[in-house]
């Protein structure tokens, strides 16, 4: 989001924000490569819709920038009143190097910068402005829409292919003829393969209305809870979903994106108890996560699905500490196991068992960002559990360059940086 959807969104706090920081002393923070926060003094620009810094090609905060984009500024304060108010941005930065966004920024600054300084454009993502007077603060604040991640920062659109977007279309036919069940559960799934995951979680909502005793849309609902980090709305969504299937016939859950096989992998109880699961390791409920891994377990049928649970159980019962309980799940674990789409969560357990390294993990070829979000979290635990948190946190911070921040390892990642 640029300082125009500041403006759009809320106007009168825009102008009040230019006020305070356009061509004025403000604090920039921004987080180093081994997550310490420092703060800068800079001179920020706004103007055509943009906000905008100068800095030198040297700066420490244009290195911080470059790594992560994340940003946070604050505007000078008159005095111990607050004088004339005091405003807060946040949001991602991002190096400019095209010859009209910088002549741009010349024309617009109160100074005039050196040809060898860099300029970078600070995204919007939530944007503050506080006045004090004789009855308290008085606030207004805006926030950009979209998910935000358990550090604090909005999370770019998830890209969405053509074949996607073509697969939505059919789905609301489908749905706008005849609202079935299924019908109902696959325009939300569509929703949510094109990034659109509060739409996806309204259709199942409104499709709870309509099919109160639907396991299955309690599960996918659940599964967009995680994606968007309300993990106590998606705790009690599985836990309603296990309690409806109870009794219910095991039935294969086909795939939305299918793999290479086009060979389904998984249940419906599976999923309900690998994602609950999931759930309550996130929420750090690890004795809850250890009993649903091993309901889950019971579920899982061939050997990507058992790949996935025993990651996730060995990891939970390695938290807690039952170390030797944890050795015993890696037993039947070997190279030659025939797998379908589950070779990173396949390595993980390898790793764990020793017959892999770790940098035969992240060094892999033709890993993709879910296979990178993957394989990076385990490795980063790895560390964790040989001691070495430096490097764990190194690599938690790795996993968060990468782009698809709904991958489950990428949110585990940001729970263990929180």
Request: glycine share 10%; with cysteine.
């Amino acid at each position: 989001m640029s300082w125009q959807d500041l403006v759009n969104g809320n106007g009168e706090l825009a102008a009040s924000g230019a006020a305070r920081i356009n061509g004025r002393i403000s604090y920039l923070a921004t987080v180093d490569k081994n997550g310490r926060s420092r703060v800068h003094p800079v001179t920020p620009i706004v103007g055509e819709g943009r906000l905008l810094l100068f800095m030198e090609p040297t700066s420490p905060k244009g290195f911080d920038i470059r790594r992560n984009g994340r940003y946070a500024l604050h505007c000078g304060v008159e005095n111990n009143e607050g004088g004339e108010g005091e405003f807060f941005v946040r949001g991602q930065g991002r190096l400019l190097t095209d010859p009209e966004s910088r002549a741009q920024a010349v024309q617009l600054a109160s100074y005039k910068p050196h040809d060898r300084y860099i300029l970078f454009e600070l995204g919007v993502d939530e944007a503050t402005f506080t006045q004090y007077g004789d009855h308290g603060p008085q606030r207004q604040r805006w926030q950009a829409p979209g998910v935000r991640s358990l550090l604090g920062h909005l999370l770019p659109p998830l890209p969405a292919s053509e074949a996607a977007q073509a697969n939505l279309a059919q789905a609301q036919t489908n749905f706008a003829t005849d609202p079935t069940l299924d019908n109902t559960i696959w325009l939300g799934r569509r929703l949510a393969y094109v990034g659109q995951l509060a739409e996806a979680i309204q259709v199942y909502s409104d499709g709870l209305k309509r099919f109160p005793q639907s396991h299955q849309l309690y599960r996918h609902r659940g599964h967009r809870y995680i994606s968007t980090r309300q993990f106590a709305l998606a705790v009690a969504d599985f836990e309603r979903a296990a309690v409806l299937a109870t009794g219910q016939p095991v039935e294969v859950e086909p795939d939305g994106i299918p793999n290479r096989l086009n060979q389904p992998t998984s249940n419906g109880h599976f999923n309900i108890w690998y994602h609950l699961g999931l759930a309550y390791y996130l929420t750090g409920q690890l004795e809850r996560a250890a009993a649903a891994y091993k309901v889950c377990m019971t579920y899982s049928d061939n050997p990507d699905s058992v790949c996935a649970t025993s990651d996730w159980l060995y990891m939970t019962l390695r938290e807690l500490g039952r170390h030797d309980e944890a050795a015993v799940l890696l037993e039947p674990i070997h190279e030659g196991m025939e797998l379908v789409e589950s070779q990173s969560y396949h390595r993980r357990l390898l790793m764990y068992k020793g017959v892999l390294s770790p940098s035969d993990l992240l060094d892999s070829e033709g890993a993709d960002d879910i296979d990178v979000a993957t394989q990076g979290y385990g490795v980063g635990n790895y560390y964790r559990y040989t001691g070495e948190p430096d490097k764990a946190n190194a690599i938690f911070r790795r996993v968060l360059q990468t782009s698809n921040w709904s991958a489950f390892g990428y949110i585990a990642a940001e729970v263990a940086l929180r």
